[in-house]
C-alpha cells in the first residue's frame, strides 16, 4: 500500500490533472470534448465513462502486458476496450437513458479516443497495476473537468441552467437579460476550450519562469 501512495505514483497522478493535462497540454479527445458539452449533464457522464474506461483498461492490460505478444498488441488493446465500452454503454442505457441518447455515437467511439488508447500503449504496457490505474484515474478526470468547465458554461451563459434546472432568477430576464445562444453551438466550445487552453498555458508557462 505504501508503494502507491509513493512519491513517484503521487506525480503519476498529479501530473495529468495540472501541468500535463490530455486535453489542455497534449490536446487529445477533442471531438468528444466539443460535441457532448452542450450541457453539463452530459458533459459529466461522458466524462466519468471516460474515467472509468481508462482506469480499468489500464489495469487489465497492465496485468496482461506480460503475455500479450508485441505483434497483436493494439488489437488485444482494443478488445479489452470495446469490452469495457459495451459495458458501460449498456449500464448508460439501463439508467440514464436520456444522457445516452443526447451522447449518441460518442460513447460506442471512446473505443477510438486517443487518450485512453495513449495511456493504454505508453503506461500500461510497461507499468505494472497500481501505477497504472493511477495514470488511467488521472488522465481520465483530467479529461472529466474540461468536460465539466465547458459543458457548464455553455449551458449557464446558453440556457441560463444547470443540470436542467434553473439558475438564473427570471427577475434577471425581466431587466432585459437574453441568454446566449452561441453557447450551444458547436464552435462556442472550440472557442471557449480554446481560452482554457491559453489560461492553462500562461500560468504553467509562468509558474515555470
Not at 9 to 18: A, C, D, H, Q, T
Not at 41 to 48: D, N, Q, R, T, Y
Not at 80 to 87: K, R
Not at 110 to 129: D, H, P, S
Request: hydrophobic fraction near 50%; charge should be positive.
Amino acid at each position: 500500500m505504501s508503494k502507491l501512495f509513493s512519491k513517484e505514483n503521487k506525480e503519476v497522478f498529479r501530473s495529468p490533472l495540472s501541468k500535463d493535462n490530455p486535453v489542455l497540454v497534449q490536446v487529445l479527445g477533442i471531438c468528444s470534448a466539443l460535441a457532448v458539452t452542450s450541457q453539463l449533464k452530459p458533459s459529466i457522464v461522458m466524462g466519468l465513462a471516460v474515467t472509468v474506461i481508462t482506469a480499468f483498461a489500464n489495469v487489465i492490460i497492465s496485468l496482461l502486458r506480460n503475455t500479450i505478444p508485441n505483434r497483436i498488441r493494439i488489437i488485444v488493446q482494443l478488445v479489452v476496450v470495446a469490452a469495457l465500452v459495451t459495458v458501460v454503454s449498456q449500464i448508460l442505457k439501463a439508467y440514464v437513458y436520456d444522457v445516452s441518447v443526447q451522447l449518441s455515437v460518442y460513447v460506442g467511439l471512446i473505443i477510438t479516443n486517443c487518450i485512453l488508447m495513449g495511456r493504454l500503449e505508453a503506461f500500461a504496457m510497461t507499468n505494472k497495476v497500481g501505477p497504472s490505474f493511477l495514470d488511467g484515474l488521472s488522465n481520465g478526470l483530467g479529461y472529466a473537468y474540461i468536460l465539466v468547465a465547458v459543458g457548464g458554461i455553455r449551458e449557464l451563459l446558453g440556457r441560463g441552467t444547470l443540470l436542467g434546472y434553473q439558475v438564473v432568477p427570471q427577475c434577471v430576464y425581466d431587466a432585459g437579460y437574453i441568454n446566449n445562444g452561441m453557447m450551444t453551438m458547436p464552435a462556442m466550445a472550440l472557442i471557449l476550450l480554446g481560452c482554457i487552453i491559453w489560461i492553462h498555458r500562461a500560468y504553467f508557462c509562468n509558474e515555470d519562469k
